[in-house]
């Protein structure tokens, strides 16, 4: 079962912007996707990627951020743009079996897929 391993997490003022990275420790066809959690609140999906680089996200992050992935890297990508303090969250990568639309439903996520560990994202006004 393939590892994942977020990074590029950090603090920046709004109106910024951040790149994250997800690296597969081995190649994966799965559906792979963003999720994110703020203290005192459930993890919510931002958006989801086929191996086909199809992708969906969620209302509140379209036109802001942009999901891609590199299967002959292992690696997933959000590219995050024009921040704000709301977006501030652990943001998780996960892989798993069927529709990249899952991302909508993170427990159904967490049953049948891999998470990686976190990074963080901060953004200060």
């Known amino acids: 079962q393939a590892r994942l391993v977020e990074s590029g997490g950090d603090t920046v003022h709004a109106g910024g912007s951040l790149r994250l990275s997800c690296a597969a420790s081995t190649p994966t066809y799965y559906s792979m996707g963003w999720f994110r959690q703020a203290p005192g609140k459930e993890r919510e999906g931002i958006a989801g990627?086929?191996?086909?680089?199809?992708?969906f996200y969620k209302d509140s992050v379209k036109g802001r951020f942009t999901i891609s992935r590199d299967n002959s890297e292992n690696k997933l990508f959000l590219q995050m743009n024009n921040l704000q303090p709301e977006d501030t969250a652990m943001y998780y990568c996960a892989a798993w079996p069927g529709s990249p639309t899952l991302f909508h439903a993170p427990s159904a996520v967490g049953d049948f897929g891999v998470w990686g560990q976190g990074t963080q994202v901060t953004v200060s006004s």
């Open positions: 990627i086929d191996s086909q680089n199809d992708a």
